[in-house]
């Protein structure tokens, strides 16, 4: 069982940055892919990307591939996500993902969801 706790969401202007951090517990966090989710008001969820078990990879949705950054420190528990250039449209509540599998896939699959944390880009 993994729980998933996300903080650094709120309010920021357009062009802006702002770093999620997602918190695991579960001495198993290292054995997961883990990845980042977001849904806007009135859209369905959407995935934002994913790193494999060790880092080695990741994948990116096409609308935030050069602004966004994930890592994990696996010492840590905790997987990060740098948002630079923030826009509007980037405007939604991102939930932090662990998927079925250790490596990296844009196809997610996941087992454990966070609580969400609220991110608004005002313009």
């Known amino acids: 069982q993994v729980q998933l706790v996300e903080s650094g969401g709120g309010l920021v202007q357009a062009g802006g940055s702002l770093r999620l951090s997602c918190a695991a517990s579960?001495?198993?966090?290292?054995?997961?892919?883990m990845g980042w989710f977001r849904q806007a008001p009135g859209k369905e969820r959407e995935f934002v990307a994913t790193i494999s078990w060790k880092g080695s990879s990741t994948y990116y949705a096409d609308s935030v591939k050069g602004r966004f950054t994930i890592s994990r420190d696996n010492a840590k528990n905790t997987v990060y996500l740098q948002m630079n250039s923030l826009k509007p449209e980037d405007t939604a509540v991102y939930y932090c993902?662990?998927?079925?599998?250790?490596?990296?896939?844009?196809?997610?699959?996941?087992?454990?969801w966070g609580q969400g944390t609220h991110v608004t880009v005002s313009s």
């Open positions: 993902a662990a998927d079925s599998v250790h490596w990296a896939r844009a196809t997610m699959t996941p087992i454990y």
């Open positions: 579960g001495r198993t966090f290292s054995s997961y892919a």
